[in-house]
């Protein structure tokens, strides 16, 4: 079993909890540009992880946040210990998983119907930068589809 995150956004800092990602875009920043919040949220993970993610967001048509990137091993014991995660041996604590969502245009809400446009574009960027990628909405004992992985 790899399952790495659960569906359940609010427990991930989803921006409808934070309520603070649409005021994070400056002006004159392009809409689909990652937050700075994203931005942080990458640090720490894997150069051509990140590399994919950043490339991503430029060419996607609408805006998505980074929930989360690397995580220590004790928030993996919590998502576990709460279901979220069936594993302790997720790609996130190695900096080598992210989790994605996909917004509406007002980047205030998740957009839940985009995920696989989401999955095509990153596995189209990943392709063209070499990198190998892993969607876990293509799993199949546990739907994970804010969750990708370097192969
Ligand atoms: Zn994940």
């Known amino acids: 079993m790899n399952a790495e ?4 956004p609010p427990a991930f800092g989803h921006p409808l909890e934070k309520g603070a990602e649409g005021t994070e875009q400056k002006k004159g920043e392009s ?12 640090e720490g993970v894997d150069e051509r992880l990140k590399a994919v993610v950043i490339e991503c967001a430029a060419r996607c048509k609408f805006p998505f946040n980074v929930s989360e990137g690397l995580r220590t091993v ?10 979220k995660s069936r594993t302790m041996n997720s790609k996130h604590l190695t900096g080598k998983a992210v989790d994605l969502y996909p917004l509406s245009m007002d980047r205030k809400l998740v957009d839940w119907s985009r995920f696989e446009e989401l999955a095509d574009l990153m596995f189209q960027v990943a392709s063209d930068q070499g990198t190998d990628i892993v969607w ?16």
């Open 136 to 151: 876990g909405g293509n799993w199949k004992t546990f739907v994970d589809k804010c969750h990708f992985e370097l192969k």
């Open 74 to 83: 004790e928030k993996q014991r919590e998502y576990v210990r709460q279901g």
């Open 31 to 42: 809409i689909m540009e990652l937050s700075k919040l994203s931005l942080e949220r990458l």
């Open 5 to 8: 995150c659960g569906m359940n």
